[in-house]
């Protein structure tokens, strides 16, 4: 091997990892430093208190995992669930497939509350299936990353209280863009990743955990099954005794703080405004080229738009040819959707109307050499006619 | 929060993490790309061949696990063990502990062969064990963080073939630092760190699977315990089919990269050699400081240096006092040798002769100020006279 292959810059406008902001990847080329230095100790806690600001949570147990978001889903289950337990997830795509997955390799009795991909969960069926026996914990999606669709979390969290079950929440691709409101709606485990809408790169997963919930933990009769993600090590080095479990990826931490910082200085309100104004914008656009809406108006994401692809439109090739002369990454679909949908992210940094206007224009592009008989300029009037925030 | 809190640039001589290359925290900072995107793919199969020329490996899964060090271990242990399986552990210090801890909960039948602490494991002891009853697995640690002791591998291999059990070894503090050698020994799984002797920031491990515990891989009965680590599905992403299972962490992939292409240039036997001389002389000049070495010649650590503390010394004082005149850090003793040893490191980029020699006369002259009758000077001639390569 004598040659090496060069990082791009690419404009990443698909489900994730976005683009960083610059001061994110300059914070990470920081000096690394021990785990255990003070020093480094202040950042972590620094880094912790923005969690919480950008979560709206006041938990004490709000963390870094030590993996990407996945990791923060699996943290979030094995957790809590011991065999046998009954455990109600709410099913609306590959996102809460996999919530499944990971609980039945805990011995979890699980059940499982479908939506169609593109619609949300019925949450009368989800309360009804809580119902129906004991159930130690009731969950699901907020941001469904393979359809675009958003869980309101207000009504989970009412069931959760309800029936004395815990409320577990993923907040992967909605955390930093859509209002989380952990202490508002009183939500028990709620995790994320750092890619998507805190303009950071993959690594981290952010972790909130309500005192009700780590009483649970901390009451549990069988060990966690994971020693790696074991919050009743983990949570002993984020407190006072700050005993070593494994060495924490410092200079993602410092990525991390960066990237939550710069929410702290937008204001979150001005950030969630930022992106709900982008996706309008850009979902009116792409309808504008012919491009519908998977979810209905009331159940979209703010940082992930998912359109239909028209029949007569080869989508691997026009993704391919985005790349290729723009530079430009949108995402196919996943799973039952794979060839019908694109996947556009507006998340973080990206989230911009020069973003909006530039995948109008490109995919546009596109769409017309491909046949479609489209106007950009038609879709750029779309766009910029729900633009409020001064440019 | 107004303030926020700098990251320092220290000289980490602890038991890691140890210092990044600069080239590699630069590698790091380099645009986030899709972890599906062709080019991001050609930059992981580099990474992959580079980590088989470290590893000495020729096995086609050898992956970076997307978590620090710890899920190196976690992997290597849950996708192979299914319950009651049989796991003989040799166990030196404390990462022979966790070892035995994460096998536990995966329901095996864990023997564990001891030994002292500052002591090697008896191989003769280590086969009679495994010669008792069929057993699936047979690992330790070849470099045993917490004590300073190193495992010849050769061994081990030869056990793990007569008895038709898995080898797996702890190389996170070896791996770049001194040779693993998997193909030439017949390592079966290996896994390290990358903050370690690969001059890296922590959020990695590399890992490499023999075709042979593969196969235990995919014949298991029941499912892996850990969906975030599961190799059955993990392989899929970093073979050909590019299957989607979670998002890499680009960036880290980068900075692992670079800190392999730095071994490559040097040449393995050349960094080799640099660690097996810096240790070889600091040993020296400690030893001129007053300070023995825990583990007796043949069972050293290139890359950590363990040595006693005199009683009259205050061990926590001397290293705050470096960390704040010199801005140096260096390890104090864990579990049972918790205030009695200092674990000293010269890893990747750190082991050279002028951080051998600043760190004999730093902490010469705090050992001075502790009141040892003690001489810089000798103690920088001792290790003088240990270095054949010019510095």
Redesign the interface.
């Known amino acids: 091997?004598t040659t090496?292959?060069r990082?791009?810059?690419?404009l990443?406008l698909?489900p994730?990892?976005?683009?960083?902001h610059p001061r994110v990847?300059?914070a990470?080329?920081?000096?690394?430093?021990?785990?255990l230095?003070v020093?480094?100790m202040?950042?972590m806690n620094?880094c912790m208190?923005?969690m919480r600001l950008v979560f709206g949570s006041s938990h004490p147990v709000t963390i870094p995992v030590?993996?990407?978001?996945?990791?923060g889903?699996?943290a979030s289950l094995?957790n809590f669930i011991e065999p046998n337990d009954r455990v109600v997830l709410g099913v609306a795509g590959l996102f809460g497939e996999?919530m499944v997955?990971?609980a039945k390799?805990?011995g979890a009795q699980v059940i499982e509350v479908k939506a169609p991909w593109g619609q949300a969960v019925d949450m009368d069926e989800l309360e009804a299936a809580v119902s129906e026996a004991p159930t130690k914990l009731v969950g699901l999606v907020q941001a469904e990353t393979s359809t675009g669709v958003y869980h309101d979390l207000k009504p989970l969290a009412a069931i959760a209280r309800r029936h004395d079950a815990l409320s577990v929440v993923d907040a992967v691709t909605s955390l930093g863009g859509m209002p989380v409101l952990v202490d508002e709606l009183d939500l028990d485990i709620v995790y994320s990743?750092t890619?998507k809408c805190l303009s950071c790169?993959?690594?981290l997963a952010p972790l909130t955990v309500s005192p009700r919930a780590l009483d649970v933990l901390l009451n549990r009769k069988t060990?966690?099954?994971?020693?790696?993600?074991d919050l009743t090590m983990i949570s002993r080095y984020f407190g006072k005794e700050r005993f070593?479990?494994?060495?924490?990826?410092?200079?993602?931490i410092?990525a991390l703080?960066e990237s939550l910082?710069l929410i702290a200085e937008e204001t979150l309100e001005a950030t969630w405004a930022r992106h709900a104004e982008n996706s309008t914008a850009l979902y009116a656009g792409l309808a504008a080229l012919g491009l519908p809406a998977l979810p209905r108006p009331d159940q979209r994401l703010a940082s992930l738009c998912v359109v239909r692809v028209p029949d007569d439109v080869d989508e691997a090739q026009v993704r391919n040819r985005l790349?290729k002369n723009y530079s430009m990454?949108i995402g196919g679909g996943?799973g039952e959707l794979k060839g019908k949908v694109w996947r556009i992210g507006l998340m973080g940094y990206n989230s911009s109307a020069r973003n909006v206007n530039y995948c109008l224009t490109a995919l546009g592009s596109e769409l017309k050499a491909q046949g479609q008989k489209i106007s950009v300029d038609a879709a750029l009037k779309e766009a910029a006619e729900q633009f409020t925030i001064p440019v």
């Not at 990082?7 to 690419?10: C, G, I, T, V």
């Not at 030590?66 to 990791?71: C, K, L, P």
């Open positions: 091997m090496y292959t990082p791009e810059e690419r990443l698909g994730g990892p976005s683009n960083c990847l300059q990470m080329a920081s000096p690394t430093m021990g785990h230095d020093k480094f202040a950042i620094e208190d923005l030590s993996g990407t978001g996945s990791a889903m699996e094995v996999r997955d990971i390799r805990q990743g890619q790169p993959p690594g060990p966690v099954s994971s020693w790696y993600l070593y479990h494994h060495t924490a990826p410092v200079n993602m410092y703080r910082m790349m990454e996943l």
